[in-house]
Structure formats: C-alpha cells, structure tokens
C-alpha cells in the first residue's frame, strides 16, 4: 500500500470527489490539506447524493479515519452545517473525523472584507466566493489569525478577537464603509462552535504522522487544483493556498519523503469558474453544449463554469510542479456525439511559440491556442467500466492526452456514479517507485 496525493490537473472541478471516494474504500485516512469552504466535490453512489465542502468524502466509509489538516482555513458554522446535513442523510461523524487545532478559522470579518474588497475592484475582481478564505489566508501571514485551538481557550480566543477588532472595524468603516463587528456578539457565537466542535479536535499532524509509522495507508485530498495555486497559478486569479501537491506536505504536517505517489486528475475537456485567462476556451455554441452535458455548475456556489478544449499545455506544466505519477480522467462521456475534438497542443503570442505555459499573464490572455484535431465518436460512452469497451476515436484521443502528458492514465470516468469507472491500475495499491 502507499501514501497518495489527488489533486486537480486543472482549473479545479475535475471530479476529484468522485475519484477519492474510490480510492477512500482503500485507505485509512483521508486528509483533507488545504483551502476552506469555498471548494465542493460532489459524489454519488447507491445512498444518493453527497456534498462536500471540508469533511472529506472518505467519510462514507466505516472505519476511514477523515481528518481537515492545518492548512485548510475553518468557517465553523460552515463545517457544523455540513456536519448536520450529512448526518440528515445517515452518515456517521464521530470519533472519524477530526480537526487540527492549528488550522485557521474564519472570522465573519473575513466574509465581510472578502466581500467588500472584490465588489471594490469592479472589472478587476478575481471572482472569489465570498466566504472569506483569503482574508483568512491573509491573517494566517500576517501573524494575527486565530486558530481553531484557540475555541479551547475562551480568554485567548477573547484576547485576540480582541485585538484584531481594533484594527480590523476601522478598516471596515473608513475604507468599505461596512459595518463593525462587536467582540462580545462574535465572542459568543464562536464559544457555541467550540461547545460543538471540541470533541474533534486534535493534534492531527501527530495523528497522522502515527498512522503512517503504524503503516497505515493515507489519502490526501487537494481541492482547486494545479492553475489556481497560489505560487504556481496563473495569479493572481487564483485562490489563496498551495493548492499544487507540494500543499500536501505543508498542510498536513507530514514530511514529503512519506509521500509515495501523486494522482493528477482531469477534465477530458477543460473548464475554469470566475475570471482570469483560459486560451481554450469556447465562446460558441460547442462550449454551451459541454456546459450543459457536463452539468457545469459549482456545488458549492452554483456558478457557471467556462468551458473549452482540453488543454495540453496546462496538463503537461501540472505533470512537472506536482511530479505526477498517474492520471485520472474524468467526464470522457460528456464527449459522445462530438464529431471532431480538439486538444491545444502550444500558444502562440506575438510570434512565439509556446510549447510551456508561460507565466506572463498577458500572453496567457492573448495567446492563440494550438490545436491537434482528433474524430470523435458517436458511440455512448456512458458507464463503460473496461478500456475495451471503449470505442477506438476514445482510446486514440485517451493515448495522445497520455503521451503528450508524459504521464500514465490510471482512471476514466464515464460517468458520475462510483461505478461508471475503468480502473486500469489502483494508484493507491501501486507500490511505492513502481512507476
């Protein structure tokens, strides 16, 4: 068994949910390692419907222990909700799921700034959420955030509210003109998320550490995904944690040399929520059409998603900075009926060819997309579950997006149940350096 990372090739929304929840059933651990609420996997299976916006999804299974690590910021009445929806839909939370207490919390100042700073930059705006992850982000740098370990100690976690207030409804009422929290109304509201939550947290950077030496097989989630990386992404339309493998390490507390594998997965198209470049992307009447087959809308905010042609070039840079064992391709049905696909094999910007993603945003926002035309297929692909039941326009297009990768595909999902998948190697039995 190995220690394996998930983390999205592309601009997040790739189905991660869907593939941890298979891998889940393998694992005795599943951490969670960065971002915050702002983030949702979706996963169906014989139960019904399930979604996630921190718990990990491997909490569907009886005996995975699922743990949110010190890199994910906590909204607590974000997380209690969730805790309650699932528990509505049967689902145990007990002694399963655990919270480090060096994980940040966000404060409803944080919302508010969020929100506040993003309607200020009018055609500039990033196109975040609104739920305050990079506030808290922000906080977490700047030394002044407060951490859900805090909950534990009510006269630290009153002292630092304390503090933070002076400064921060100053900035609220003379730069936004929104208006100031009271410490005494935040205090008690977060007193009752301590009385709920205390009983899950945990040194968990410990725990899991342990659970490795014991020889325990652990999974670590990402959300987002590869582009919207914080150091690596194409910033600053990006999100506000290390959302590249390399996050695993750090938002979990556990070395990297105890990491085995990276499972990148992808889109077998492409598609990008909010603003910032996208060369592939179709403005036409293919793009609404992978829009609607896709049902390419957020779990977490229901936003519309941008959709276009897969992109080489962003798959091959996410091979490299997360040094990516195997792929996992999701929504290859959502392709059936197209008779021609396209793959971007390079940009071209002012007489340049781009055969690496460059980190200038501007040719990033103007660059024409190089394309490799492929047939596709009239076939239904929908809930193929062997390599050999797919048809021969599939696997031509499923090589090339493997050879162009530099990197060996794993996993195809045909659909959005758990068993409408093909399974050419389980990346999380694979021995360690098999690869």
């Known amino acids: 068994m190995s220690n394996l990372v998930v983390i999205g090739a592309q601009w997040g929304d790739e189905g991660k949910g869907k593939i941890v929840d298979i891998l889940a059933r393998d694992a005795d651990v599943v951490v969670r390692y960065q971002g915050g609420s702002n983030a949702g996997h979706t996963v169906i299976n014989q139960q019904g419907t399930f979604i996630f916006h921190l718990i990990p999804s491997g909490i569907l299974y009886r005996g995975t222990l699922c743990v949110i690590g010190n890199g994910v910021v906590v909204d607590p009445a974000a997380l209690i909700e969730e805790m309650d929806h699932l528990q509505g839909q049967g689902v145990k939370i007990g002694k399963n799921f655990v919270i480090s207490q060096r994980a940040h919390l966000i404060l409803p100042y944080h919302k508010a700034i969020d929100k506040a700073s993003e309607q200020s930059k009018g055609s500039r705006r990033i196109g975040t959420t609104g739920r305050g992850i990079g506030p808290s982000y922000a906080d977490k740098m700047s030394r002044i955030g407060i951490r859900v ?62 659970m490795i030496d014991g020889r325990k097989t652990v999974l670590f989630e990402g959300a987002q995904g590869t582009h919207l990386d914080v150091d690596l992404g194409t910033y600053p339309y990006v999100t506000s944690s290390s959302a590249t493998a390399g996050g695993a390490a750090t938002g979990s507390g556990v070395g990297p040399t105890k990491i085995d594998a990276v499972l990148g997965v992808a889109k077998a198209y492409t598609t990008r929520v909010g603003s910032g470049p996208f060369p592939t992307e179709l403005s036409d009447e293919v793009g609404a059409g992978l829009q609607e087959r896709g049902k390419e809308f957020g779990a977490t905010t229901g936003r519309a998603r941008r959709c276009g042609w897969f ?32 793959i971007c094999t390079g940009y071209r910007y002012q007489g340049q060819l781009y055969r690496d993603m460059p980190a200038d945003l501007q040719a990033l926002t103007e660059c024409e997309p190089i394309y490799k035309r492929f047939k596709g297929w009239s076939a239904s692909t929908t809930g193929v579950t062997s390599y050999k039941g797919l048809p021969s326009e599939a696997k031509r297009y499923l090589q090339f997006i493997e050879d162009h990768a530099e990197c060996p595909i794993d996993m195809i999902s045909t659909g959005s149940k758990r068993n409408d998948t093909i399974i050419l190697k389980n990346p999380l039995k694979a021995r360690p350096g098999s690869r």
Not at 317 to 340: F, I, P
């Open 311 to 342: 992109d080489g070039v962003v798959m091959r840079y996410a091979t490299r900075v997360n040094g990516l064992t195997s792929l996992a391709v999701t929504k290859l049905d959502v392709l059936d009926g197209c008779k021609e696909l396209k």
């Open 149 to 210: 370990g805090d909950l534990l100690n009510p006269r630290a976690f009153r002292t630092k509210l304390e503090e933070n207030l002076v400064e921060i409804n100053w900035f609220l009422e003379q730069l936004y003109k929104v208006e100031r929290f009271e410490v005494e109304k935040v205090y008690q509201q977060y007193m009752g998320y301590a009385e709920r939550l205390k009983s899950h947290i945990v040194d968990a950077a410990m725990l899991v550490n342990r």
